[in-house]
């Protein structure tokens, strides 16, 4: 996520404004999509003095050269993509700092699921002195994504004949801060939810994975399941990060680890000599735990969308087939 720069931290935190510990994670810049029903945006150094000289008095305890406001509107838009990517992506957190907040409850930020409903409405706070900075930001913790946020900076947008003041509230936008976007959907074999598969590599006799992340580069390696159990990709829980999971031949359980919560999930479902075939068939968006049977060329599928308490079965193929997975 993005970083505060120092002076707005220390200028919010001299206001006594408390901030969440996540709003100061990495400096990992990520791409976001910005939209207005105004006519664009401007990234202002001047404190928004060439729109209106009125200005240069109400923006002017911080980094003038991070002021940023829509034009034409007080309503912006945010949605979110991989970074470097155009892979459309959800975010656990997201806050924004505000200047110049007067009026009470015309400052707001909405928050949206991935379907477009609105789960959250808060609004920013006024200011408490002349130069004052607000914040408003939430970070989810239970697995809850955040497809896209609206915006509202005060009533009126920045504009040649509109003068802060008398109920009249200009407010711009200092900074951002946000989780790291994750793919909206699941991407085979990725491991990191940037939509990128990743190589990952099973090692039987330690029972260890080998991820080789795209987005970091980076190498991570996990103890997960037993010597002879067969490595499975899918995205269990549906957080757009593959999950570990093996199936177990010799008793015929599947264990997966939930890459959202650390916490795992174990159910007998086939038998030795099953081929595990895992996707989603019931289409909700998570793995669905399935099996080819050569023995009769019946698939046997466990359905995600009833957290694994139903299945179906049909035949296709016979024996002698191989199952493509
Ligand atoms: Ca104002
Ligand atoms: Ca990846
Ligand atoms: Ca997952
Ligand atoms: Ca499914």
Redesign the pocket.
């Known amino acids: 996520m993005t970083t505060l720069s120092p002076d707005i931290q220390s200028a919010l935190e001299g206001q006594g404004i408390e901030l969440p510990s996540w709003a100061f994670g990495n400096s990992g810049t990520r791409f976001r999509v910005f939209t207005t029903p105004g006519t664009g945006f401007r990234n202002d150094s001047l404190k928004f003095a060439e729109v209106n000289a009125e200005y240069a008095n109400e923006f002017g305890t911080f980094s003038p050269t991070k002021i940023f406001s829509p034009i034409g509107s007080n309503v912006m838009d945010v949605q979110f993509q991989v970074a470097g990517q155009p892979t459309p992506a959800q975010v656990t957190g997201f806050g924004a700092v505000f200047s110049d907040v007067d009026v009470a409850d015309a400052t707001k930020i909405e928050f949206f699921d991935a379907s477009g409903t609105r789960i959250l409405v808060i609004a920013a706070p006024a200011r408490s002195d002349a130069g004052g900075l607000s914040f408003v930001g939430v970070s989810y913790n239970s697995g809850e994504r955040i497809g896209s946020v609206r915006i509202v900076s005060g009533n009126r947008s920045p504009d040649t004949g509109v003068i802060d003041g008398a109920g009249i509230d200009v407010v711009v936008l200092d900074d951002f801060v946000y989780g790291e976007p994750r793919a909206a959907e699941f991407?085979s074999?990725?491991?990191?939810?940037?939509?990128?598969?990743?190589p990952r590599i099973f090692r039987p006799g330690s029972a260890t994975w080998y991820s080789l992340?795209?987005?970091s580069g980076a190498v991570s390696i996990n103890g997960f399941g037993a010597n002879g159990d067969i490595p499975i990709d899918g995205d269990f829980d549906g957080d757009s990060r593959a999950d570990l999971c093996v199936f177990r031949p010799s008793n015929g359980s599947w264990w997966f680890l939930r890459s959202a919560t650390g916490t795992v999930f174990v159910t007998v479902f086939g038998q030795n000599g099953d081929q595990p075939v895992a996707a989603d068939y019931d289409k909700d968006g998570r793995t669905d735990i399935a099996f080819w049977r050569p023995s009769n060329g019946n698939y046997y599928i466990l359905r995600s969308s009833t957290d694994f308490t139903s299945y179906y079965a049909f035949p296709f193929g016979q024996a002698g087939d191989i199952p493509v997975k």
């Open positions: 991407h074999g990725d491991a990191d939810g940037d939509g990128v598969a990743d992340n795209s987005g």
